[in-house]
């Protein structure tokens, strides 16, 4: 059983896979791992619309400059 609703993955999914499509060669290791891991923090606290994990995956890629 999963921690999160089929939504909610979905949407940790789409939001990861999108951000990561704008780095070169869809981002390194690390960061897909720093990103996903804010996603999944993020959808803990409950924000896990697609605009609040937007906002997070921006914030967490800012995070590796």
Not at 21 to 31: K, M, N, V, Y
Not at 45 to 65: F, I, K, Q
Request: with cysteine; proline share 2%; net charge negative.
């Amino acid at each position: 059983m999963s921690e999160f609703d089929a939504q909610t993955q979905l949407n940790m999914d789409i939001v990861l896979e999108e951000i990561c499509r704008e780095l070169p060669h869809g981002g390194d290791h690390e960061t897909r791992r720093h990103v996903a891991k804010r996603l999944v923090e993020a959808a803990r606290s409950g924000r896990t619309t697609l605009d609040n994990l937007y906002m997070v995956a921006r914030r967490a890629l800012w995070e590796m400059r």
